[in-house]
């Protein structure tokens, strides 16, 4: 029987949904990539090595974006690498100290975190953003060069430090430092203060970093600055997640968000199919999170008296007419979940009565959840 495990694990892994990877990113200078440019003003958009340009920003900063984080409701935060009007000609200066946001039906630019009234001192830039967890969350960002906040009850911070700030009113300014989201001086190794990390989010429990040179750190591994690096707090270490421009060495991620969370599907219900005799019709409202960007339908048996979830998937995929899918159900009483998702990960399955979350199913859709937006 012995002989049988490793077939049988490798069956095992077989199985599992295939890791994808979506995420956006700014290159700090023209990159070529699978035969087109992109720019460093450009967002571009990462499937698993497929990159793209969506047109995200209305007339866009004609200076490298620096920092990068897609939000949940669709806008985005970004910071700019230098002095820039916003739209270009508008006459509404943002400094490179500043976290914008940008509202895409609107077109409207505006001051989301602005880091003169604030207190960052001259010659500081913000050179990572992005918020920790839905829109509402604290707001984390990193320096590119040291930076004393002592004096607004926060510590000197290194360029490879990661800086947590919660909002304390609606103005640009109101914000207080809650401390150090990621401490480059302690974690296993540390990170030398000659790097700088230009580009940081989270995924997947892990902390995501970009560093702006080649850095060394053990198990022995030089990471590039066209690479997406890991940090998992838990095992300790560093890791590689992601090289999207192969061998090159002379451009950098500049700035990179993951795709925001799929959130949850307000309201479904199931309905006697009007087109096949014993099929249902599932109808759904959609996530209210434009991490939503498919969606997968579970199906169950429903107990007496009710035991256990028991939930497969039956359908990864909403095709032809959205939030609204036909399926040809299995004998006996069923119950159903409709799940949204999108490449990274799956959203929420719903809550019990008692509002804790609904368990995944077997076989899920995505080998994930992501729980950051509603
Ligand atoms: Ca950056
Ligand atoms: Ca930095
Ligand atoms: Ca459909």
């Given at each position: 029987m012995k002989r049988l495990i490793p077939l049988l694990v490798a069956l095992g892994i077989a199985g599992l949904p295939a890791l994808a990877s979506s995420y956006y990113f700014s290159p700090d200078v023209p990159t070529d990539l699978a035969g087109n440019t992109y720019l460093p003003w450009q967002i571009v958009r990462n499937d698993s090595g497929t990159f793209n340009a969506p047109a995200v920003l209305a007339q866009p900063p004609v200076t490298a974006i620096d920092s990068l984080h897609a939000m949940c409701s669709g806008k985005w935060l970004l910071s700019v690498e230098a002095p820039m009007d916003l739209p270009l000609g508008g006459g509404v200066y943002y400094e490179p100290w500043d976290v914008i946001e940008f509202d895409p039906p609107a077109g409207i630019y505006s001051l989301f975190f602005c880091g003169g009234p604030f207190g960052i001192p001259p010659g500081s830039d913000i050179d990572a953003a992005f918020l920790r967890g839905d829109d509402t969350a604290d707001l984390v960002i990193s320096f590119d060069v040291p930076t004393d906040l002592t004096g607004l009850g926060g510590a000197l911070y290194q360029p490879s430090d990661l800086v947590q700030l919660q909002r304390t009113g609606a103005a640009c300014n109101s914000w207080t430092i809650v401390g150090l989201f990621f401490d480059s001086t302690t974690s296993v190794p540390p990170i030398p203060?000659?790097?700088?990390?230009?580009g940081s989010d989270r995924h997947g429990g892990r902390t995501m970093l970009g560093f702006d040179v080649a850095s060394d750190l053990p198990p022995p591994t030089t990471y590039l600055p066209g690479q997406v690096v890991f940090w998992a707090p838990l095992i300790p270490g560093f890791g590689l997640y992601d090289a999207p421009y192969g061998a090159q060495t002379t451009s950098r991620i500049d700035a990179f968000s993951f795709l925001p969370g799929p959130g949850e599907v307000p309201s479904m219900h199931v309905d006697k199919s009007s087109i096949t005799a014993g099929d249902l019709t599932i109808t759904w409202i959609a996530s209210l999170s434009v991490g939503a960007e498919d969606y997968g339908i579970y199906e169950g048996t429903v107990s007496q008296p009710w035991g256990a979830y028991s939930h497969g998937a039956i359908d990864c995929h909403d095709d032809g007419t959205k939030f609204t899918e036909e399926i040809t159900p299995a004998a006996g009483n069923r119950y159903y979940l409709v799940v949204a998702m999108n490449p990274n990960h799956e959203g929420s399955y719903g809550r019990r009565s008692s509002g804790a979350e609904r368990p995944m199913g077997s076989s899920?859709?995505?080998?994930s959840q992501d729980f950051d937006c509603p």
């Open positions: 203060d000659t790097t700088n990390v230009t899920p859709c995505k080998p």
